[in-house]
């Protein structure tokens, strides 16, 4: 299971927190995505208390301690520090009693102080939290941002994935990760992936070497991350091997357990496979719109071949009458007799 440490959160300037006690607990882990605010557990209400998570003192909660006297105090001392907590995190920039600093020195929790206001802070705290914690696994390929989709090229080492992104680099679009990608998974089926930060905006070359994309081609060549809309296979044309010729059938990659629409272009001198990566971009967007050009093609020709076996009288559109099958007789013709016409004069 994913987590993170207290002390990590002090790296983050948009928290805007300092320690004020429990600096041997930075090392905690914070194993849950969510906050609590523990007014009722104040009160002195603990069915259900969830101290795994980090617990927030805004203003309420922040009033009816300055507000108790000292056996409330001593009892919620006594108490709510008897539960393991991440940390705790004081907003609006109030002063925790000393008690709270004193039990949280003797259990080692961290007590923290932020200026900005509860929401403000929950409301940052997770976004961070929610992509530390989320699944994410690294995949060895090329991502590339593609007309606005974000476009994961696969194949074996040495296929051409990285000669096809800077090819498509050329025509305008976005590196965002070369060689390894480290994918998220956000929730609700969205992936996003980014490069890691040490070969952040660089591209291995065989034959050139290492290049910053950034310093050759600008800011506007790159991106931090991007969500995997297609995964892309390059390989090499296997002549015994049947490629879709038609689209009919989607195919997907499954990652994270999330299934992404996947396609396989196979190489072969002549193809152009940049431009084949951007129709096959298009395309993919043109489906999410809702307009499936190879079921369309489809839907007409099984249409036009209906209407055509329904106009044929052979294949039973006639409006004879009689038996008709294998075993049946054709009706038998009637014979015309030969009538003489009638001269339409006399002999003269």
């Not at 976004?127 to 994961?152: C, D, K, M, N």
């Not at 950034?214 to 390989?235: C, M, N």
């Not at 072969?268 to 129709?279: A, D, Q, Y």
């Not at 294949?315 to 009706?331: H, I, T, V, W, Y």
Request: proline share 6%; with cysteine; aromatic share 6%.
């Amino acid at each position: 299971m994913s987590s993170m440490e207290p002390g990590r959160l002090l790296e983050f300037p948009e928290l805007g927190l300092r320690i004020l006690a429990g600096e041997e607990g930075l090392s905690r882990q914070i194993r849950n995505e969510d906050v609590n605010r523990p007014g009722l557990a104040l009160a002195g209400f603990y069915r259900n208390f969830a101290h795994d998570r980090l617990q927030v003192f805004g203003q309420g909660e922040f009033a009816y301690l300055m507000d108790c006297g000292g056996e409330v105090e001593n009892r919620i001392k006594e108490e709510f520090f008897n539960y393991e907590f991440p940390a705790l995190v004081f907003t609006h920039g109030n002063q925790p009693p000393s008690c709270f600093l004193e039990k949280a020195n003797h259990c080692s929790i961290p007590l923290l102080q932020t200026t900005l206001s509860t929401h403000d802070f929950i409301l940052n705290f997770n976004r961070i939290i929610t992509r530390a914690l989320a699944p994410q696994t690294s995949i060895h390929g090329v991502l590339i941002e593609v007309f606005g989709l974000g476009v994961l090229l696969l194949g074996p080492s040495g296929i051409g994935k990285s000669e096809t992104a800077l090819e498509l680099i050329e025509r305008g679009h976005r590196l965002v990760a070369d060689d390894m990608v480290h994918i998220r998974h956000m929730g609700k089926g969205e992936l996003v992936g980014e490069s890691d930060p040490m070969i952040e905006h660089h591209m291995e070359l065989r034959g050139i070497g290492i290049v910053n994309i950034k310093d050759l081609f600008g800011v506007g060549a790159i991106r931090k991350k991007v969500q995997v809309d297609l995964v892309v296979f390059l390989e090499d044309w296997n002549e015994e091997k049947e490629y879709d010729r038609l689209g009919i059938d989607e195919q997907t990659m499954d990652i994270l357990d999330v299934s992404i629409p996947s396609i396989t272009l196979p190489l072969r001198p002549g193809r152009n496979i940049p431009i084949l990566v951007e129709t096959a971009s298009m395309n993919h967007r043109s489906r999410r719109m809702g307009f499936h050009a190879a079921r369309s093609l489809s839907e007409r020709i099984h249409t036009r071949i209906a209407e055509q076996v329904g106009q044929d009288p052979e294949k039973g559109g006639g409006s004879g009458a009689g038996p008709s099958g294998p075993g049946s007789k054709a009706p038998a013709k009637k014979e015309r007799k030969k009538v003489n016409p009638k001269p339409l004069m006399g002999p003269v």
